[in-house]
């Protein structure tokens, strides 16, 4: 187990290097200039715009610029907020646990209805609930996060108004202690002890973890329908029926672990794709995230802002993608034995 660590470890390194080089290069071909960010519309002389950019290093050649990124990076700063003026990764986890909170919401939404989901639809194959379980994959796998975002909030909170239209609890009614806050809303809305604060949380984060989750929930359900699928034909799953099983003890035990490595290889994926969609999703429903933030400081050519943020997420699903492939050697030992 210890040598397949290892070399999941090695083949992480290349891709760490790729994503600081893409992450530093990609940003500076946007069209902007942070100096004019910084300092505003404001009339400023030459001499006073050449120290603006002497002090943020841009007046250096990119090559130098990167490597003084790099040697920040090993020395564990990610830089400073061109705008804010604060730590990047200070800003980064202060504003973290909102978009986990919602990521998480999302997975177990997207989990919890596309497993059970497939796995219907492989035991009724070709009948009603698979074409019903099918379509929704199809309709879901295809729908625009940003049309789905307002379509909900069009219909389930204005028109029907069951749910709020965005932020993450009613601001007005509700106040946190900042020093005992851990800025996860339903874990400081449930401890604070005030009536209804709990509620107003989870009701925000509803529509927009039924938005953030729908993608995954219709591939979870197709990848869960096909894996299902070929093992409920393999001659195990028929040896276990010819023991006299109970059906719940052949698919649970049998035909579903079994299943399980492509699923969680799927499930894994996703996450790195729910950071993307919590970029759109913390858009529409002004949920004060990462993804927002990264928003804002694109539309401000906070350089260290992107950059920092960017890489901070590519490590996580980085380590992510680590866990599930070691997932994969404690679910099935022939993988960590390279069979």
Do not use: C
């Not at 500076?28 to 050449?50: F, K, Q, T």
């Not at 790099?70 to 990047?88: A, C, D, K, Y």
């Not at 070709?126 to 379509?151: E, H, Q, R």
């Not at 946190?176 to 401890?191: A, G, I, Q």
């Amino acid at each position: 187990m210890l040598t397949f660590l290892l070399k999941r470890v090695a083949m992480t390194i290349p891709t760490f290097i790729a994503l600081i080089a893409l992450a530093f290069f990609a940003i500076r071909m946007v069209p902007g200039d942070p100096v004019e960010v910084r300092v505003g519309e404001r009339g400023i002389s030459p001499e006073r715009l050449a120290e603006f950019r002497h002090q943020l290093g841009l007046d250096q050649p990119v090559i130098v610029q990167f490597g003084h990124y790099i040697w920040q990076l090993l020395h564990g700063n990610f830089g400073t907020s061109i705008v804010t003026q604060r730590p990047v990764l200070s800003e980064f986890f202060t504003l973290f646990p909102a978009t986990f909170e919602l990521s998480v919401a999302a997975m177990i939404f997207a989990v919890g209805i596309g497993i059970p989901l497939g796995i219907l639809a492989a035991l009724q194959r070709g009948k009603v609930p698979d074409y019903l379980a099918t379509t929704l994959a199809v309709f879901g796998n295809s729908m625009p996060i940003f049309w789905w975002g307002i379509l909900l909030i069009l219909v389930v909170s204005l028109k029907l108004n069951l749910t709020p239209v965005g932020g993450r609890i009613d601001d007005i009614s509700y106040f946190f202690d900042p020093d005992s806050s851990t800025n996860f809303m339903l874990w400081d809305s449930f401890w604070s002890g005030q009536d209804g604060a709990f509620q107003s949380a989870l009701s925000h984060l509803i529509l927009p973890a039924i938005v953030l989750g729908t993608i995954p929930l219709a591939v979870i359900t197709r990848i869960t329908r096909s894996a299902m699928l070929e093992v409920l034909n393999e001659d195990y799953v028929r040896t276990a029926r010819a023991k006299g099983l109970s059906p719940a003890r052949v698919i649970g035990l049998h035909a579903l672990r079994n299943a399980m490595i492509p699923i969680i290889t799927v499930i894994g994926l996703m996450i790195g794709s729910l950071f993307a969609g919590a970029v759109q999703t913390e858009t529409v429903f002004s949920w004060p995230g990462v993804g927002k933030w990264l928003i804002d400081s694109f539309s401000r050519r906070d350089y260290p802002a992107l950059q920092g943020g960017i890489l901070i997420i590519a490590i996580m699903v980085t380590f992510i993608n680590l866990g599930v492939d070691l997932l994969y050697g404690v679910i099935n030992p022939r993988i960590r034995h390279g069979r």
